[in-house]
């Protein structure tokens, strides 16, 4: 078991770094070779790795997934370049491309008595003349498809638990989706506005990113057993810390700051379609419905607190 263990953590942490490659490979692509410089961004990921299987035998930790924070740090700047040189060119000069989907065609479809040498070049000219809007929107489904996948392959971290780890996985796969639709559809919104909305719609997204290294929404925090009195006293903040995390998630992570663009894109850009409205309404809902939660949650406490401090003072 520590062997399978020892391998999944090199594997998980080598897909981080292989990505995060291809990500620089094609910044340096569109622009210059100094931007391998970013590789250097790397090395940390690395370091993490060495000390995790020397120290931790390749665990993860309860609370935050180091390599899942540093594999986000490695990519982000590169997908960030990719964009903002994506809308430059659109605005300035558009250029002749081909779709993904037609390059994946057309290497199925190559011929197989083709010299390797002869087949690898042409797959590296194929690859630099596709779309470069499909270029960004792979390596964010990738980005995202990478995360919930690494975090299955990791090994566990002490105190969670693998029923812990399923809830974790299934909240990362609606976030994903999310955040995709969010990030493709609201920048395919706004393609004659200025940079100064771009800029704002990454960060959003870049923000939102953070969710995936934090396991506070799936791993309660058991407050010690030091008498029903003590109990008593414990916080909202650590007697639902999981409902109050996942309650800020959506507030201050996600759907709230989604609603915020989206509403600024309807209203000061005057950009409206059906999808943008259902989604718009879609997270003032969850915003709406995890406000009425918490008011939920506080009101239960203050309840259950007061029945306890009577049910103490009766003899």
């Known amino acids: ?99 993904f989907d037609s390059y994946i065609r057309s290497v199925a479809t190559v011929n197989e008595t083709m ?11 194929d690859l630099s003349s596709v779309c470069a809007n499909d270029w960004i929107l792979a390596l964010h489904q990738i980005l995202l498809i990478l995360l919930i996948v690494g975090k299955w392959l990791l090994p566990l971290g002490g105190g969670v638990t693998r029923d812990e780890l399923s809830q974790l996985l ?19 919104d706004i393609k004659d506005s200025g940079p100064e909305l771009v ?34 006293r414990t916080s909202i903040l650590t007697k639902h810390s999981t409902d109050m995390w996942s309650i800020m998630e959506a507030l201050f992570i996600q759907d709230g700051p989604f609603l915020v663009v989206r509403l ?7 950009i409206f379609h059906q999808m943008l409205g259902f989604f718009t309404i879609k997270n003032f809902l969850v915003v709406i419905l995890n406000m009425y939660r918490l008011i939920v949650i506080c009101e239960n406490f203050r309840t259950s607190g007061s029945r306890t401090i009577e049910d103490i003072a009766v003899p």
């Not at 010299?115 to 000219?125: G, V, W």
């Not at 290294?213 to 057993?225: E, G, I, M, Q």
């Open 115 to 125: 010299r390797n040498r002869t087949y690898l070049e042409s797959i590296k000219q």
């Open 170 to 188: 299934l909240i990362f796969v609606g976030t994903a989706a999310d955040i995709l639709e969010f990030t493709s559809e609201t920048l395919s």
């Open 1 to 99: 078991m520590g062997l399978i263990k020892f391998t999944c953590a090199i594997i998980t942490r080598a897909l981080f770094v292989l990505v995060s490659l291809v990500g620089v490979w094609r910044v340096t692509t569109v622009k210059d070779d100094r931007y391998w410089l970013l590789t250097m961004l790397f090395l940390p990921l690395v370091v993490e790795m060495i000390v995790t299987l020397k120290r931790r035998k390749g665990k993860d930790y309860k609370w935050f997934s180091p390599p899942i924070f540093l594999f986000l740090i490695s990519i982000i700047p590169s997908i960030w370049l990719l964009e903002l040189h994506h809308r430059l060119l659109t605005v300035s000069e558009p250029v002749k491309c081909k779709q």
């Open 199 to 232: 800029y704002i719609i990454l960060a959003v997204w870049t923000w939102s990113m953070l969710q995936f290294p934090l396991h506070l929404a799936v791993v309660p925090t058991k407050p010690s057993d030091v008498g029903e009195q003590a109990s008593q």
């Open 264 to 270: 600024t894109v309807m209203t000061y850009f005057n």
